[in-house]
Structure formats: C-alpha cells, structure tokens
C-alpha cells in the first residue's frame, strides 16, 4: 500500500462525509499493520458538539472491530491543501499509535508525512 494510494482510499470516504453545517468535508483512511484498511469521514450534528471527525470515526471503527495496531492514516479533505488532524484526533492516535505515520496531501497533489510524535509530543497519557 502506497502513500498515494492510501490518499485516494481517503478520498473515497470523503464521498460518505455528512457535513450540512460545515460544508467542510474530510475522509481518512486507517492502515493496519496486517494490511487492513479501515475509513472514515466527518458526520456533524446539529447539536455541534456531537460531530465526529474523519480521524476517529476510522480509529474508533478499527478498535471495535478488535484492531489496534496501526501505521498509517491518510487524511483529505474538500478544502485543499494539507488537512492537519485536530487536537482532540491527535489526542486519539495517541493512544493507540504514537508511531503513526501522518499522510496529507499538499497544493501539488503530493503526499507528505508526518511523524505523530512531531506534531503532537508530550500528549496526555495516564
Ligand atoms: N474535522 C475533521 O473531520 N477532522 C479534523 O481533524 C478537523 C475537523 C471536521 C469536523 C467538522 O465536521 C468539520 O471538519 C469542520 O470543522
């Protein structure tokens, strides 16, 4: 699984993302150290609170369905550009993976990498 790959698999939940509020949609996908892909998108609420993120929807499908090893999240979204993961999704992968690699998408379509710890050090851990 390339990184250019692992993007477009994220562009495909994007398609899924339920954002009438925001208009801002946003797709992940979650690779597994088997191999195993799991997606996700945004899903806002009217009570904005409630909204989950593209980042956690994939972590917390993984999870559940007994997956806890990961290497890699592609993240994309309809604003363009690199989409940074916020800070209570880097809080999440934090828990399960602080060796996640972080793939975005710049201006030129290219993907760059992210090394979680780099971005998010001295997370909160009990
Ligand atoms: N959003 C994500 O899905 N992931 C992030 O890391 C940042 C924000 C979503 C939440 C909301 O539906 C929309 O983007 C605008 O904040």
Redesign the pocket.
């Known amino acids: 699984m390339t990184d250019k790959e692992l993007l477009e698999i994220a562009d495909k939940a994007m398609e899924n993302a339920y954002?009438p509020y925001?208009k801002?949609k946003?797709g992940a996908a979650l690779l597994c150290s088997d191999g195993t892909v799991f997606t996700g998108c945004?899903i806002?609420n009217a009570s904005f609170g409630a909204?989950n993120?593209?980042?956690r929807t994939a972590i917390f499908k993984a999870v559940s369905e007994g997956y806890r090893d990961f290497e890699a999240i592609a993240?994309v979204?309809s604003g363009g550009g690199e989409?940074?993961?916020?800070g209570i999704?880097r809080q999440v992968m934090g828990e399960f993976a602080p060796k996640l690699r972080i793939i975005l998408r710049n201006e030129n379509g290219e993907p760059t990498e992210y090394n979680f710890m780099d971005i998010m050090p001295k997370f909160f851990s009990l």
């Open positions: 954002a925001s801002f946003v945004n806002e909204t993120c593209a980042e993240i979204s989409t940074y993961p916020c999704c």
